[in-house]
């Protein structure tokens, strides 16, 4: 859903393109704060989803930024993955 407004959507269905513009910084209509994403991705999953489901600025944020980071690289970090390694 996020990603979808973020990112908007581009695919062809039945050889036809199909398009929905994105709401992320580089928006043809007009670009949403992770705040408004956030809001809005809130209220339209307590309408028509799943009301359990929330989502925070926060995690916007870091889809924007392009989605959590794998476990390894987070536990691995630059040290370890570039240059000298810890065993050696
Ligand atoms: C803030 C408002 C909007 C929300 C929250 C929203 C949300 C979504 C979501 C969740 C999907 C499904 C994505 C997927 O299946 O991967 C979708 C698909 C789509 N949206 Fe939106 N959308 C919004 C505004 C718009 C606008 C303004 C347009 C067109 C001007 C649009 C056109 C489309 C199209 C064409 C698709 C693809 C439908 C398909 O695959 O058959 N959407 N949208």
């Known amino acids: 859903m996020v990603s979808a407004i973020l990112f908007g959507v581009q695919r062809e269905v039945k050889g036809k393109e199909v398009l929905m513009p994105s709401f992320g910084p580089n928006s043809q209509v007009q670009a949403l704060s992770d705040q408004q994403i956030a809001s809005l991705s809130n209220y339209i999953f307590q309408q028509y989803g799943n009301p359990?489901?929330?989502?925070?600025?926060?995690q916007v944020t870091a889809l924007r930024q392009g989605g959590a980071q794998p476990l390894l690289a987070r536990v691995a970090g630059p040290a370890t993955l570039g240059g000298r390694c810890w065993w050696s």
């Open 52 to 58: 359990d489901l929330q989502v925070t600025p926060e």
